[in-house]
């Protein structure tokens, strides 16, 4: 199946995504904020640029859509129809540069915690959050549940 957009129009609509303050982010911030911990924004400078960074607490945030970022999740394993080879070796390559970034801020003593897009949908999001921030587990990833 061939892209029904010109290669123009595809362009517009994939600059029109949003690569920060998306809904998921404004979740996960909202329910820090609730719960009054401190963080800050835009972890420029730490690998991967982390989408939310509690230095104090020597921990970062990344929030993921889970098609963009490849969730084995019901969404993230769908895999588009039209330009498949192409969104197949993209989220591969979003799946590694995430893995290397998370390897790297480990490395650096950094505590990484993954929350997926599936994973607000749960009623115990917030404390799962909370939980994962409180905890001294080096890594963690909130998702939905099964």
């Known amino acids: 199946?061939?892209?029904?957009?010109?290669?123009?129009?595809?362009s517009a609509v994939?600059?029109?995504?949003?690569?920060?303050?998306?809904?998921?982010?404004?979740?996960?911030?909202?329910?820090l904020r609730a719960a009054g911990v401190g963080y800050?924004?835009?972890?420029?400078g730490l690998p991967g640029r982390p989408d939310v960074v509690m230095k104090g607490r020597r921990a970062v945030i990344f929030v993921h859509g889970c098609f963009w970022h490849?969730?084995?999740?019901?969404?993230?394993?769908?895999?588009?129809k039209v330009?498949?080879?192409?969104?197949a070796a993209k989220i591969a390559r979003?799946?590694?540069?995430?893995?290397?970034a998370e390897d790297a801020l480990?490395?650096?003593?950094?505590?990484?915690?993954?929350?997926?897009?599936?994973?607000?949908r749960n009623a115990d999001f917030a404390d799962r959050l909370?939980?994962?921030v409180r905890s001294q587990a080096a890594a963690v990833s909130i998702a939905a549940s099964s």
């Open 70 to 80: 490849g969730h084995d999740c019901r969404r993230g394993a769908r895999a588009p």
């Open 83 to 87: 330009n498949a080879a192409y969104w």
């Open 106 to 120: 480990r490395a650096a003593g950094w505590r990484v915690i993954t929350v997926w897009e599936c994973g607000l």
């Open 40 to 44: 800050r924004l835009g972890g420029a």
């Open 130 to 132: 909370l939980d994962a």
């Open 1 to 10: 199946m061939s892209d029904p957009f010109t290669t123009e129009q595809r």
């Open 94 to 100: 979003n799946r590694a540069r995430d893995a290397a």
């Open 14 to 31: 994939m600059r029109r995504v949003k690569g920060r303050d998306t809904a998921p982010e404004l979740v996960v911030r909202r329910a």
